[in-house]
């Protein structure tokens, strides 16, 4: 049985879950808070498999709540925001998951089974926001030119097609490569286009 704790500083979604999970026999509702602190505080107590927390909350909000239980259980986001700053938040936080409060039930029920054996849960959007966030932040790893050599370099195209095809030298865009590499920390160029792939700096569309 899955020991579960429920933390909203709304009563009407608290009793909601309550009565959802209560109904299901593999499930075990050990307690309820409205706030972090409080969730905190029985968690302690409780021990519960999974902690479902509520983001907004006044006086000790949900991320600071993670932030301490983090390592000691999992903790289950369950909130209405789906921007990428919540979302990355969280996940910096130690929540081993991130779901939204429209998720259908049987959903809900599923991540928190996955989410009580370790495994990580995300809403399709806080996925979608996530990767968005992380290749943006890749991106500026390198800069436009340097992407622009990448892309070409991807393709097959040989140093002196990338010089072509960009108007520059081949010896600016060995200068380039050199940049491309030590950035990415890889030694030839195709290990340079299989890092791109991997950090999402390129994706292969850009190829056809």
Known sequence: MIKVLVV?????????????????PGFEVVGEAGDGAEAVRLARVLEPDVVLMDLRMPGTD????TR??????????????????DVVSAIEAGATGYLLKDTPRDELVRAVRAAARGEAVLAPAAAALLMKRVRTEAASVLSPRE??????????????????????????VKSHLLNIYAKL????????????????LIVPRENR
């Not at 909203?8 to 299901?24: E, N, Y």
């Not at 949900?62 to 709540?65: I, Q």
Request: aromatic share 6%; glycine share 10%.
């Open 62 to 65: 949900g991320l600071a709540a």
């Open 185 to 200: 920390e890889v030694g030839d160029r195709v290990a340079a286009v299989t890092e791109a792939f991997h950090r999402g």
């Open 8 to 24: 909203d500083d709304h009563p009407i979604v608290r009793d909601g879950l309550l009565s959802m999970f209560a109904q299901d």
């Open 68 to 85: 301490e239980l983090a390592g000691t259980t999992q903790v289950l986001v369950l909130t209405t925001y789906d921007n990428d700053n």
């Open 147 to 172: 992407l622009e050599v990448l892309r070409f370099v991807a393709g097959g195209a040989t140093n002196r097609d990338v010089a072509k095809g960009l108007f520059i030298t081949e010896a600016t």
